[in-house]
């Protein structure tokens, strides 16, 4: 069954727990080209969503494929940022899903939390996904 307007709502597990280390950040920013980091850039929580939305990406009931997926926005609402020492999760949440023109155009929110429980920021994305092409219609 692919993924309908039905499916919003649904709400995946918080994806294991991350320490946000010096050694992880300072990683992170040479794979982006920057040095002397002083502090935790705001996309490091990619590092930590992006386990998040594989959790959707993978449910077998969507009929989701990552090559038929486009990233077309992303948001975030910051209540503090991302510190060294950080452990965090995220949970992520289908939001709303419109099909239009054969494409799925799914909006999800994660709420990026400490394991203490403190929240640090909302992360809302907008996926375009073109579905599989039924037989006999020439994929």
């Known amino acids: 069954m692919p993924i309908t307007p039905e499916h919003a709502g649904r709400e995946y597990p918080p994806t294991d727990p991350y320490e946000i280390t010096a050694v992880k950040v300072d990683e992170f920013a040479q794979a982006l080209g920057e040095r002397d980091v002083h502090r935790v850039p705001p996309t490091f929580a990619m590092v930590v969503l992006g386990d998040a939305w594989q959790a959707m990406f993978d449910d077998p009931e969507l009929g989701l494929a990552l090559h038929r997926i486009v990233h077309g926005d992303q948001k975030f609402t910051w209540e503090r940022p991302l510190r060294i020492g950080d452990v965090v999760t995220a949970t992520l949440r289908i939001d709303r899903v419109v099909q239009r023109g054969g494409v799925d155009m799914?909006?999800?929110?994660?709420?990026?939390?400490?394991?203490?429980?403190?929240?640090?920021?909302?992360?809302?994305?907008?996926?375009?996904?073109?579905?599989e092409a039924e037989s006999g219609e020439g994929a």
């Open 106 to 131: 799914i909006t999800s929110v994660a709420a990026l939390d400490t394991v203490d429980g403190e929240h640090l920021a909302t992360a809302s994305a907008l996926f375009l996904h073109t579905p």
